[in-house]
């Protein structure tokens, strides 16, 4: 147990600078936002959402 009390820190560091890597790609870059693709009657989809 004595060797991961000097681990902590850096298991917490990497562990932020992950988190902080994966949303810069998801929200910044988009890198996955060509697996999404629009429908063709994309409005109508939403139109009829709330009713």
Known sequence: ???FTH???PVL???VLVFIASSL???VFK???SDFKKLT???D???SRWN
């Open 7 to 9: 681990l902590w820190m």
């Open 41 to 43: 009657n994309e409005d």
């Open 45 to 47: 989809v939403r139109a």
């Open 25 to 27: 790609i998801h929200m």
């Open 1 to 3: 147990m004595e060797n």
């Open 13 to 15: 560091v990497t562990a």
């Open 31 to 33: 890198w996955h936002n």
